[in-house]
């Protein structure tokens, strides 16, 4: 959680769950957050070489994640939305990195049932999990 993180000063923070705004606390000034969650930006989608029409820019205009922007600017920093674009070529390369072994998920915690489904919970909400909480479903 942010309250856990605060004080830390990191030089980026990546959003995956649409909660850039509470992300400034702990952004280092001069920082940047990324979200890959929540309404693309115009410029994100420009970004991909589409040409929105005026009408879904504007509905992008009023949509923008104005939270996330003040949050990064009070920390002197940047937020920025990623178009992701993922393509066979690049999950093929990631697939083979995995097989090889060259790249692993590390499991940081390991609920063994969906009936102790809190010991995963619980270590993913304090914010301490070095890497993924996982709930084994047989």
Do not use: H
Not at 34 to 56: F, R, W
Request: hydrophobic share 40%; with cysteine; net charge negative.
């Amino acid at each position: 959680s942010e309250d856990v993180l605060a004080g830390e000063g990191f030089d980026m923070c990546f959003d995956t769950t649409n909660e850039a705004p509470k992300m400034g606390a702990i952004l280092k000034e001069g920082g940047k957050i990324i979200s890959v969650a929540g309404s693309p930006t115009i410029e994100a989608i420009q970004g991909t070489g589409a040409k929105p029409p005026m009408l879904v820019r504007f509905f992008l205009w009023t949509m923008r994640n104005r939270a996330a922007e003040k949050a990064a600017a009070k920390a002197k920093g940047s937020w920025e939305y990623l178009f992701l674009d993922p393509n066979g070529k690049d999950l093929g390369e990631i697939g083979s990195l995995i097989e090889s072994g060259d790249i692993a998920a590390f499991v940081d915690t390991e609920a063994p049932s969906l009936d102790e489904f809190k010991v995963a919970v619980d270590k993913l909400w304090s914010g301490r999990s070095k890497g993924k909480c996982v709930i084994k479903i047989a």
